[in-house]
């Protein structure tokens, strides 16, 4: 896959995430962890929910790369355009609110599968992890806890935050943190994606290729 076509897997990727995100927001029903800090920490400071996302994948990437980590283009992507995109579909409200808690429900669980297919394409283009995902693995490693305790203590820590901040927990929130690994294990195994295969490139790595390519066609 060429280095055009890769990008464009990778902003559509982030493209679709951002939409799973304001579909599960749209349910009404409780927010996904994340999403309760954003909205939490959006609504006190005075921003915009994509404006908080954005400064948290920046804060989160920074700590991740201190900790050891390599970050990777998708990593840096990930951090601006999820947000951007989150803010434009929050804006010309394209996504109607749920009316009753059984659409509310319908809604989360399709948008679960709309971010499971976003990872799809996002880690499938094989320019890094996100932020969040990127601090898992640096905590993990730093600390030789398992992988599900390290996420889980991170996520956990969102919500609580988020909550006392005023984000909406309910639910929602509680179908993301059990059926979102469902969702992301069903759908790669529908595509036959083998995530395990995927080797990815961190900045420096892609900066090298494109410029060794370039430099060998002048």
Same mark, same amino acid.
């Given at each position: 896959?060429?280095?055009?076509?890769?990008?464009?897997?990778?902003?559509?990727?982030?493209?679709?995430?951002?939409?799973?995100?304001?579909?599960t927001?749209a349910?009404?029903?409780?927010?996904?962890?994340?999403?309760?800090?954003?909205?939490?920490?959006?609504?006190?400071?005075?921003?915009?929910?994509?404006?908080?996302?954005? *400064?948290?994948?920046?804060?989160?990437g920074?700590?991740?790369?201190?900790? *050891?980590?390599?970050?990777?283009?998708?990593?840096?992507?990930?951090?601006?355009?999820?947000?951007?995109?989150?803010?434009?579909?929050?804006?010309?409200?394209?996504?109607?609110?749920a *009316?009753?808690?059984?659409?509310?429900?319908?809604?989360m669980?399709?948008?679960?599968?709309?971010?499971?297919?976003?990872?799809?394409?996002?880690?499938?283009?094989?320019?890094?992890?996100?932020?969040?995902?990127?601090?898992?693995?640096?905590?993990?490693?730093?600390?030789?806890?398992?992988?599900?305790?390290?996420?889980?203590a991170?996520?956990?820590?969102?919500?609580?935050?988020g909550?006392?901040?005023?984000?909406?927990?309910?639910?929602?929130?509680?179908?993301?943190?059990?059926?979102?690994?469902?969702?992301?294990?069903?759908?790669?195994?529908?595509?036959?994606?083998?995530?395990?295969?995927?080797?990815?490139?961190?900045?420096?790595?892609?900066?090298?290729?494109?410029?060794n390519?370039?430099?060998?066609g002048?």
């Amino acid at each position: 896959m060429n280095t055009i076509l890769r990008l464009l897997r990778l902003v559509w990727g982030l493209f679709l995430y951002a939409l799973g995100i304001v579909v599960t927001m749209a349910a009404r029903i409780g927010y996904a962890p994340w999403e309760v800090f954003h909205v939490g920490f959006a609504n006190t400071v005075g921003i915009s929910v994509g404006l908080a996302a954005i *400064g948290t994948g920046v804060v989160l990437g920074v700590i991740a790369l201190l900790l *050891g980590e390599k970050l990777g283009l998708g990593t840096i992507l990930n951090m601006l355009l999820i947000g951007v995109f989150l803010d434009i579909l929050l804006g010309l409200h394209l996504v109607p609110q749920a *009316g009753s808690f059984v659409v509310g429900v319908a809604m989360m669980l399709a948008g679960l599968f709309i971010i499971s297919l976003a990872t799809f394409f996002y880690i499938g283009s094989a320019y890094g992890a996100g932020p969040r995902d990127s601090l898992m693995v640096a905590l993990t490693r730093r600390t030789g806890l398992p992988v599900g305790l390290c996420r889980g203590a991170i996520e956990l820590t969102a919500v609580l935050v988020g909550w006392r901040l005023g984000g909406m927990i309910g639910a929602g929130t509680v179908i993301y943190a059990v059926a979102i690994g469902f969702s992301v294990q069903t759908t790669f195994r529908l595509l036959k994606f083998k995530v395990a295969l995927i080797r990815h490139e961190s900045v420096d790595q892609t900066w090298r290729r494109i410029f060794n390519r370039n430099k060998e066609g002048i």
